[in-house]
């Protein structure tokens, strides 16, 4: 009577696997996507995405000079074809005395916004926050796909918001 059993067991954990594999085929799937961040006393580095099967944008945040520059590879030439450029500090209203006290925070987002024109709007957006100003403001930027070096564009802010009061330090 045992060797009934076992052949019942095994039969059963063999359609269990079978179905288990149907249902995760089926399953929708989700992306992983892995932005990065990182930070020094004088500047950040941060990946943006732009969008499908295109690669990261990659931004760097001068802390010294509050100016934000950008720059995204072509897949097919292997070099940066599209390149941006913010004068963050301008935005933010720091003048040059104040430079050096002022204190940026910077980290990418996904938000999927609504393109215009000929070119395409990625796919994320850099939300950088001023502690002197007490704002946070967000941007974003347009790419187009192209084998050679493009003009550098302007970042685009399109909304900002106040977490507090401004402070005179």
Known sequence: ??????????????????????????????VAHALATDRDSRFAV??????????????????????????????????FTNSWFRNVAADFQVNADNAAKAKYAIIPGRAGLNSGGGSQMAAGVIYIGELTSGKVGAYRFQFKISKTPLPI???EPFDYFSFREESRE
């Open 153 to 155: 564009q302007n970042l």
């Open 1 to 30: 009577m045992r060797p009934a059993t076992n052949g019942q067991r095994l039969a059963w954990m063999g359609l269990g696997l079978i179905a288990g594999l149907a249902i995760a085929s089926l399953w929708p799937h989700e």
């Open 46 to 79: 941060c990946t943006v995405e732009v969008g499908q099967l295109n690669p990261d944008a990659i931004f760097v945040l001068d802390f010294l000079t509050g100016r934000l520059r950008g720059a995204m590879l072509n897949q097919q030439t292997g070099t």
